[in-house]
């Protein structure tokens, strides 16, 4: 008796066409989309970026423009004081009172409904000039008929909490930036050097890397910040804050560099480049760097957030930015008791831009990560 066994027919796998020759920084866009996180923290930080530029045009209100100290946020309603519906927008002032409050005698102040203002976009205001160059009054959004309105409130000189936000994002994201780009390239440059030569060379780089880590940060920049005399202009001490913060940053990361080109040193692709007689700088610079490079992308967007902490505590402590420039650290300073923070909460705004630019960062971080990472 014979059994028929069904044969089966080989099946030619074909390789998937549509990836077949994906370029590395495709294939890691691929990967980074799939990462609802690391999507999340590139729209922040797009966003972040974008109301940096565009400080001048979003602020509804001439940062430093002073009115009434500490006035609370104007709420915007949609409804007349009869309750009808209106539109455009209305945001209510503060009406003048004689009553004060019992407990911390201050004016009771509430929405005055017999003078709304009337908001819109695109509305003219304080005049400003757009990236330096172009002389412009239209702002985003704003009362219609040029008025102050304090989204946000008001800080202790009658200043708009939200136009003094926007702007200080330009101080604060710069210094991160800046400090960030000198840490990378000298840290990068130092770590790659110093692994790939090794040798007597690599332990005396190493030792003083280790010297500079050593050094407590926090006090340090506590005593160098208070070398330079308060008549010093503002710029003179923001560049000497970034110094600062580079000359103690840049250790870890030519650590880290240095980690990464102590394995790939002894690779046979660059072993091979060796034996036909390339230059140690183009070793260096065409063959170790691109592969680190993925590594540097990661740990600069996770050092950004880092940055702005700093700057953000060390302006609180009124050592990172003075006036008349803006930060969100220098901002904070006016919640040093907590009987301001009792009375006037919404002076604590600045915090929750630090909060969404760290967890942004760090977002994208991870999942920059997670798409560098072969494994």
């Known amino acids: ?12 796998i074909e390789p998937d066409e549509k990836h ?12 980074l989309k799939r990462s609802w996180t690391g999507m ?28 009434v100290a500490f006035a609370p946020p104007q709420a915007i309603s949609f409804h007349d004081k009869d309750g009808n519906f209106v539109f ?3 945001s209510y002032p503060l009406g003048d009172t004689e009553e004060l409050d019992p407990i911390t005698f201050q004016p009771v102040v509430g929405p005055d409904y017999d003078n709304p203002q009337v908001l819109g976009f695109f509305v003219k205001g304080a005049p400003y ?34 136009s003094r936000i926007l702007y200080g994002s330009r101080i604060s994201l710069m210094i991160a930036l800046v400090v960030v780009t000198i840490v990378t390239v000298v840290g990068t440059t130092v770590g790659m050097v110093s692994g790939y030569f090794g040798g007597r060379f690599d332990a005396w780089t190493q030792r003083f890397v280790e010297l500079v880590l050593a050094f407590p940060q926090l006090p340090l920049y506590l005593a160098l910040a208070s070398l330079i005399p308060v008549t010093a202009p503002t710029n003179v001490f923001l560049a000497f804050v970034v110094v600062v913060m580079s000359a103690l940053g840049w250790a870890q990361m030519s650590r880290e560099v240095r980690g990464k080109t102590l394995a790939l040193a002894r690779i046979d692709y660059v072993r091979a480049a060796i034996a036909i007689g390339a230059t140690d700088r183009r070793i260096i610079f065409q063959h170790i760097f691109p592969n680190v490079m993925s590594h540097v992308i990661v740990a600069v967007t996770l050092a950004i957030p880092q940055v702005v902490l700093l700057e953000s505590f060390l302006g609180f402590l009124g050592f990172a930015v003075k006036p008349p420039l803006i930060s969100w650290g220098l901002m904070l300073q006016d919640t040093a008791t907590y009987s301001v923070i ?18 942004a960062f ?14």
């Open 1 to 12: 008796m014979t059994i028929d066994v069904p044969t089966t027919v080989p099946v030619a």
């Open 20 to 31: 077949h020759h994906e370029s590395y920084s495709a294939l890691v866009w691929r990967r």
């Open 40 to 67: 999340l923290g590139l729209f922040l930080v797009c966003l972040l970026i974008f109301m940096a530029v565009f400080a001048d045009f979003l602020s509804p209100v001439d940062p430093k423009a002073t009115g």
């Open 88 to 90: 455009p927008p209305r």
């Open 129 to 162: 000039t757009l990236f330096g160059l172009i002389p412009a009054e239209r702002h985003f959004f704003g009362a219609v008929d040029g008025s102050a309105v304090h989204f946000l409130g008001t800080d202790k000189f009658g200043r708009d909490v939200l």
């Open 342 to 359: 009792g009375s006037y909460p919404w002076i604590l705004s600045p915090v929750a831009f630090v909060l969404v630019t760290v967890f």
């Open 362 to 375: 760090n977002a994208l971080g991870d999942g920059l990560r997670d798409a560098i990472d072969p494994y």
